[in-house]
């Protein structure tokens, strides 16, 4: 069995002065490092999540003003393509206007050659038909 003697209040005493001074020396430092770094992580974590939702926000708008400029750039490249049908058109339809006034032309200088051979052709006929004969006859 154990006797209480004035040890065992010495001994408290000494527990308490110890763990007041533990207590003042380490656990209140530690516990102010622990808070202390508690609020700067939750400081850091709003900082992040900021950052990260204006990052979001900025590709938004990003992919908005790109989707919008993709609009206008299909909507100028179809105006374009519209306008280059209708200048082929046009220049196709002047070229075929301009092949066949030449084509006329032609026809008309070529009939007037044809005529002009025709002609000749028969102003000789009877001299190639004497020459024809004689040769024949010649034999």
Do not use: C
């Amino acid at each position: 069995m154990v006797i209480p003697d004035q040890s065992i209040a010495y001994q408290f005493v000494l527990f308490i002065v110890t763990w007041i001074m533990l207590n003042v020396l380490l656990i209140k430092p530690i516990r102010g490092v622990i808070q202390k770094r508690k609020e700067l992580m939750a400081e850091q974590s709003g900082k992040i999540e900021k950052f990260s939702a204006e990052a979001e926000a900025k590709i938004k708008d990003y992919e908005a003003v790109l989707a919008e400029t993709r609009k206008a750039g299909n909507v100028i490249r179809a105006e374009y393509k519209d306008q280059g049908s209708t200048k082929e058109h046009e220049l196709m339809a002047a070229a075929g206007a301009e092949a066949s006034q030449t084509l006329k032309e032609a026809r008309t200088v070529l009939d007037a050659d044809v005529n002009s051979a025709l002609d000749a052709l028969k102003k000789d006929v009877s001299t190639f038909a004497v020459k024809a004969a004689d040769k024949v006859l010649a034999q």
